[in-house]
């Protein structure tokens, strides 16, 4: 994991990665760090979202097949079935999470090592290693989780509910847009409310170095630090009260929809079932798909929050180390 490159004509060592920060430049430090990582996992993934349809149509299967035409021996071969689809599943979840994990161990300890390697490089005094403990502590830490998610989670997550919604329009067409129509107001309105989110949060990052500052600097009860100490606190809380008042109306929105959903489905194909123009399997089945379209659905939008938010924690990173490289 070779991030560091020789800069300038001085022969000063600069992380290439500090270099540009910008609305990409996350990525492009993902790329750079993590490349086969980050294609192991995307091969794990993709074996991931097509074992987790299996289930689903064994589901309609057991229902219309086994149970419907009282087969017990197809009942129990279908059952070991399922109970094989969901055993390797697990497994193969169990291995993408492993993988993750370390991914994120190993970013982390080499962002830690570049800050360290910067402000050994930067000098500085007590306020800049104040704001340092920050990046340390926290601000690398949630760059790090992101990058073993950046390319996975989306890849997972966005694969099974298109993977499920072309299922259900296999199955069943009007299931399958009334899922589509169920989950559109949430795609609208979470990319909007993030970009309060994400002013809050550059904001809170600041405040958290500047507390860092005050405790490094402060010398006594009546030195200006000291003085500075509580009304940064304060208003490091009011920042994160704020991002915590969207975040939960976004979450709010996600298990209204997520209610909601069902009850639909049960409406409209319940409807369809007296109608004849689907079995009591396709509305098991919906039900069921529904709920695989959900989880992933809010898995995704949790992942827009948590990459928004990395981008912001590594662009103030970004910038904080390579002005350290640049004095």
Same mark, same amino acid.
């Given at each position: ?5 020789? @800069?300038? %004509?001085?022969?000063?060592? /600069?992380?290439? &990665? ?23 996992? =995307? ?39 399922? $109970? ?6 697990? &497994? !193969? ?16 300890? /080499?962002?830690?090592? #570049? ?12 306020? /800049? ?8 502590? @926290?601000?690398?830490?949630?760059? +790090?989780?992101?990058?073993? /998610? ?9 694969? %099974?509910?298109?993977?499920?919604? @072309? ?6 067409? #009007?299931?399958?847009?009334?899922? %589509?129509? !169920? ?8 990319? &909007? ?6 002013? $809050? ?24 630090? +000291? ?43 319940? &409807? $369809? ?51 350290? =490289?640049?004095?």
């Amino acid at each position: 994991m070779r991030l560091l490159r020789v @800069a300038g %004509t001085g022969g000063q060592r /600069e992380p290439g &990665w500090a270099a540009a920060p910008g609305a990409f430049s996350v990525y492009r430090f993902i790329w750079a760090a993590t490349r086969a990582d980050q294609v192991r996992l =995307c091969l794990v993934t993709l074996l991931v979202v097509p074992v987790s349809m299996v289930p689903l149509e064994l589901q309609r299967r057991i229902t219309n097949e086994a149970i419907g035409r009282r087969q017990l021996g197809l009942l129990a071969l279908l059952g070991l079935a399922y $109970l094989a689809a969901i055993l390797l599943q697990g &497994w !193969l979840k169990y291995r993408l999470n492993v993988r993750r994990g370390r991914v994120v161990e190993a970013v982390a300890l /080499e962002l830690r090592r #570049l800050v360290h390697a910067a402000a050994l490089a930067g000098g500085g005094g007590a306020r /800049e290693r104040g704001a340092l403990v920050s990046m340390v502590a @926290a601000e690398a830490e949630d760059v +790090a989780g992101f990058v073993a /998610e950046s390319l996975s989670v989306p890849l997972l997550q966005g694969g %099974t509910v298109l993977a499920t919604l @072309a299922y259900l329009l296999w199955v069943q067409p #009007l299931l399958a847009a009334l899922a %589509t129509v !169920l989950y559109l107001p949430e795609l609208v309105v979470v990319p &909007w409310r993030q970009r309060t989110i994400n002013r $809050l949060g550059r904001l809170h990052v600041r405040l958290v170095r500047a507390l860092g500052d005050a405790l490094v600097t402060e010398r006594g009860r009546a030195s200006p630090a +000291a003085r500075r100490f509580p009304l940064l606190a304060e208003r490091a809380l009011a920042a994160r009260v704020a991002a915590y008042r969207v975040k939960f109306f976004l979450t709010f929105l996600g298990n209204l929809l997520d209610a909601a959903g069902p009850l639909g489905v049960l409406v409209v194909g319940g &409807w $369809l079932v007296v109608q004849g123009r689907a079995s009591m399997g396709t509305l098991v089945v919906a039900i069921t798909a529904l709920q695989k379209v959900g989880d992933p659905l809010d898995q995704l939008m949790t992942y827009y929050r948590t990459a928004q938010n990395a981008r912001v924690k590594y662009e103030l990173l970004a910038a904080a180390v390579g002005a350290s =490289c640049r004095r």
